[in-house]
């Protein structure tokens, strides 16, 4: 993921540095490119390509069908480099409210092991070199019944060790229960066997405080407010973290997540943020480039 950036990336407060956008998605059916495009226009250099489930139309069946969703994700990371040079890196996996949803309509058993058989796939995909993450893994982020919820942590657990077992990282989806929500998941690692600083808590607040995290790397959601929240917080962190927009690409939730141009735009913001707390060039330098490269490597390779 590394390229050959100049020497000085941070003028006159402008970054000119790496832009990552550690968890979006796309669709080929609405805007796609040109959401890509969009990105690559405001200054981002790369995005993780999450797959997303169809939610509107038909949710897979059997395994053949969660390949043939798999693969239309990476068919569409093979043209947004092809077509607009981001660099473009996938993330596989079973979203856990499909599983959810299916519980309701196959059963529990079921729609578990089709779930787990589907996680299995994506494991194999990422050791085939077509993506480098599993996810967005976790648990429904709505309340359950307690019995559902239970079985939804089972199955987060087992998911968890077979990621330890292929050493493979992951992204999580979860609930926001405030610092207990890291706490819960820290837990179910170490129970796992799976390092801590494998395990990203997708869509996390801008609390970066020990606390917070539990030693957990995270992606912070940068809407309003999420540079405050940042400044905040920053010198008492001691996880990697980076900074996500959740685009879903779907023009019937325009206001559900933010857009294409967010994480280049709160790069720049942040940048300005820190000068006024009275850092230098070389400080403010290293701390965008560990957003945007060096945790990114530490984390996913």
């Not at 040109?34 to 250099?45: I, K, L, P, Q």
């Not at 693969?71 to 077509?83: C, D, F, I, P």
């Not at 990621?163 to 610092?179: I, K, T």
């Not at 970066?208 to 905040?232: A, D, F, R």
């Amino acid at each position: 993921m590394k390229k050959h950036w100049r020497e000085i990336m941070l003028v006159n407060d402008k970054w000119e540095g790496p832009i990552v956008d550690q968890h979006m998605h796309l669709d080929k059916t609405n805007r796609f490119l040109s959401a890509a495009e969009e990105f690559s226009n405001a200054g981002g250099t790369g995005i993780f390509l999450v797959h997303k489930p169809s939610f509107s139309t038909s949710l897979p069946r059997n395994i053949s069908d969660y390949r043939d969703v798999y693969q239309e994700t990476l068919n569409m990371a093979s043209k947004v480099r092809e077509k607009i040079g981001l660099d473009v890196q996938v993330v596989l996996g079973p979203h856990p409210v499909t599983w959810d949803i299916q519980a309701n309509t196959m059963g529990v058993e079921e729609s578990t092991e089709l779930h787990i058989s589907a996680v299995g796939l994506a494991l194999e995909m990422i050791e085939n070199g077509d993506a480098i993450c599993l996810g967005e893994v976790g648990r429904p982020h709505y309340q359950v019944s307690e019995d559902r919820w239970e079985r939804a942590n089972d199955m987060l657990l087992e998911i968890m060790r077979m990621a330890s077992s292929s050493n493979s990282p992951v992204q999580l989806h979860v609930e926001d229960n405030g610092h207990q929500t890291c706490a819960d998941l820290a837990s179910l690692c170490d129970k796992a066997g799976l390092p801590r600083n494998r395990a990203v808590r997708h869509f996390a607040s801008s609390d970066l405080t020990q606390k917070n995290t539990s030693g957990l790397p995270v992606t912070v959601s940068m809407g309003k407010g999420s540079i405050e929240g940042i400044c905040s917080s920053i010198e008492l962190s001691k996880s990697h973290w980076g900074m996500e927009t959740d685009f879903l690409d779907d023009p019937r939730r325009p206001g559900a997540v933010l857009g294409p141009r967010t994480i280049p735009k709160r790069t720049n913001q942040l940048c300005k943020a820190l000068r006024l707390m009275g850092w230098d060039n070389d400080k403010i330098e290293r701390c965008i480039l560990d957003i945007h490269e060096n945790w990114i490597s530490s984390t996913y390779f």
